[in-house]
């Protein structure tokens, strides 16, 4: 239950409530927006890590409106996760959270996306060094567009193998799901991604976010999302990164200003409450 609130902060329509609570140092915040209903979840940061001083930083109990909210499913895609393209464990290791995320969200109604790279010839004439240069080799092997070899096709071009999504998760899509091509790190880095199109039309408010890599694609959107007035919360163990330390950097920059950090346990274990 959501406490009597003691602060608002935020544009008329768009506050967060927030209430202390016994139970959870960091309080609750009531992101809801006065829905009829709403799923009440506890925050979370793994065991050892600095909690962050910011209001409600790390212990916090937050409720989100269901309708309002989306799952972002971002690159667990082929090219990331098949051994027959690169060794990512830590991605792996994040299918099988991302599943029961994916059941919970189902049971709460809350939309399911999925963000991709899904390159065009178009983009690719665009693209700029910087972007490129994050999938060249230093022996000058690979990059976006470059053919895989096999079947494999061009390296995360749309309609694809290597850019497909892994078997594991492409199981799980329903009729329902919605599929966002992107063509940056960010899917949100303009008003013209197809991601950004679809949560305003969808009328959107709180995002969720799985995939890889956790510090890249991952954060990227996610930031960009901050940035561009979403809420938004990370499921830390449905997201996973091959980048040594990049995890706790990122945990903790997410929980202490750029939103809320949770796992897939916590989250399922989340109830949808009646006003």
Request: glycine share 10%; aromatic share 10%; net charge negative.
């Amino acid at each position: 239950m959501v406490e009597t609130v003691v602060a608002s902060f935020g544009p008329p329509g768009k506050e967060w409530q927030y209430s202390p609570n016994t139970s959870y140092p960091g309080g609750t915040f009531d992101l809801s927006h006065g829905a009829a209903e709403y799923l009440l979840f506890q925050t979370t940061l793994p065991e050892g890590m600095v909690q962050p001083k910011s209001l409600g930083g790390g212990d916090a109990e937050v409720a989100i409106d269901p309708a309002a909210t989306a799952l972002v499913i971002v690159d667990m895609q082929n090219y990331f996760l098949d051994p027959a393209c690169m060794q990512h464990p830590k991605g792996l290791a994040a299918v099988e959270p991302t599943a029961k995320v994916i059941h919970k969200c189902r049971q709460a109604g809350i939309q399911v996306i999925w963000l991709n790279w899904g390159l065009t010839d178009t983009d690719m004439e665009t693209m700029p060094a910087g972007v490129q240069r994050g999938f060249i080799r230093s022996d000058f092997e690979g990059g976006l567009g470059v053919d895989l070899g096999g079947d494999k096709g061009a390296c995360l071009y749309a309609n694809t193998w290597n850019a497909d999504i892994y078997p594991p998760l492409k199981r799980l899509i329903e009729p329902f799901d919605l599929q966002c091509a992107k063509n940056r790190m960010s899917g949100l880095w303009s008003a013209q991604q197809p991601l950004f199109k679809v949560l305003q039309e969808k009328k959107i408010s709180t995002l969720l976010f799985a995939g890889v890599n956790t510090d890249q694609c991952v954060l990227g959107t996610l930031v960009d999302g901050y940035n561009n007035g979403w809420t938004c919360v990370m499921i830390e163990d449905a997201c996973g990164t091959t980048t040594v330390g990049a995890r706790e950097v990122t945990l903790y920059n997410v929980s202490a200003n750029y939103g809320f950090v949770t796992d897939s346990d916590a989250f399922m274990a989340g109830k949808v409450v009646a006003r």
